[in-house]
């Protein structure tokens, strides 16, 4: 019984673990490569943290790093409970970052949170994102568009002709013999470099030639 205990063990060091069954016992000051015992992670990927430094005694139960596969990432948005009706899972879904201003990257829904929150009333997404060329990175804020494949009219105009004046969202609209005037609007989606005008007020702030 002895001899096959040791000879699994001696299998699971050497072929599994790929650490050598016997180390040769050196003088404390001597260093040498054979004495270092490799830990090998269950996955491939990148190192995200470390929780230990050398010459901490560590257990079988002991977390010594963070490994993640950044090939794929998870992206989760919160979406307000009045399109809960529209959604299901395996919509495409546009992610756009600060980082790389309007460029989208393309995912889809993989899962569909089964509770609101109370406080904002909107329930989160978990949206599968791919990401081979490792341009997203974890904890970054990103902004989600799903596409829910109906179609409706719509008012956009150029982002950049939102300006803000007094504290209010305004736009300057063009009138007859070359005047222009100020309305307060309220904005909505932001698609391509446009954004939605989602409601117009009559109110004149200002007018001028």
């Known amino acids: 019984n002895a001899e096959v205990e040791v000879s699994r063990t001696r299998s699971h060091l050497e072929d599994f673990l790929g650490i050598p069954a016997y180390i040769p016992t050196h003088d404390d000051d001597a260093t040498d490569a054979t004495t270092l015992i490799p830990v090998r992670a269950p996955a491939s990927g990148v190192v995200l943290s470390r929780t230990v430094t050398p010459g901490t005694v560590v257990s079988t139960a002991t977390d010594m ?3 993640s596969n950044l090939n794929t990432l998870w992206a989760m948005a ?6 809960l009706p529209s959604l299901r899972v395996g919509m495409p879904v546009q992610i756009r970052v600060q980082a790389y201003g309007q460029r989208p990257f393309p ?20 949206v599968t994102v791919a990401n081979a060329a490792h341009l997203l990175k974890p904890e970054m804020y990103a902004m989600a568009e799903v596409e829910l494949g109906n179609t409706e009219e719509a008012l956009f105009v150029p982002q950049e002709a939102v300006q803000e004046l007094r504290s209010e969202k305004v736009v300057f609209m063009s009138l007859p013999g070359d005047r222009f005037e100020v309305r307060k609007v309220q904005t909505g989606r932001s698609v391509d470099g446009l954004i939605e005008i989602v409601d117009r007020k009559s109110t004149r702030l200002n007018s001028s030639h």
Do not use: S
Not at 108 to 126: M, S, Y
């Open 65 to 67: 790093f963070t490994i």
């Open 107 to 126: 995912g889809k829904i993989t899962r569909i949170g089964e509770a609101l929150d109370p406080a904002t009333r909107t329930v989160n997404l978990q």
């Open 78 to 83: 919160a979406v307000n409970e009045e399109y």
